[in-house]
Nanobody, 118 residues
Framework: QVQLVESGGGLVQAGGSLRLSCAASRIIFSLTAMGWYRQAPGKQRERVASITTGGNTNYADSVKGRFTISRDNAKKMVYLQMNSLKPEDTAVYYC????????????WGQGTQVTVSS
């Protein structure tokens, strides 16, 4: 099973920035589309960004223009640069494989908490 370790979360004021990192192992990373997901208290997990093996990106409307996903295939890392953070971005953030059936994935990392204060 894929192993994922997320890091970089923290407490930040509204308007601030954070950069999340995710280390992946036990997958052929260079051949795998990756995504960032988040789950806020009392809400379902949602996908916020994805990146294909070729570097094409896709974003949820709520983060478009503020978040940037990137990857380093040599290091097996995926990143999420988050700018202009809002209180509604508060959630636990996870990375995982980007697939249409992502909600059925059963192997997740511990996530990293992002808290945005107003």
């Amino acid at each position: 099973q894929v192993q994922l370790v997320e890091s970089g979360g923290g407490l930040v004021q509204a308007g601030g920035s954070l950069r999340l990192s995710c280390a992946a192992s036990r997958i052929i990373f260079s051949l795998t589309a990756m995504g960032w997901y988040r789950q806020a208290p009392g809400k379902q997990r949602e996908r916020v960004a994805s990146i294909t093996t070729g570097g094409n990106t896709n974003y949820a409307d709520s983060v478009k223009g503020r978040f940037t996903i990137s990857r380093d295939n040599a290091k097996k890392m995926v990143y999420l640069q988050m700018n202009s953070l809002k209180p509604e971005d508060t959630a636990v953030y996870y990375c995982n494989i980007a697939t249409p059936d992502w909600a059925l994935l059963d192997s997740w990392g511990q996530g990293t908490q992002v808290t945005v204060s107003s």
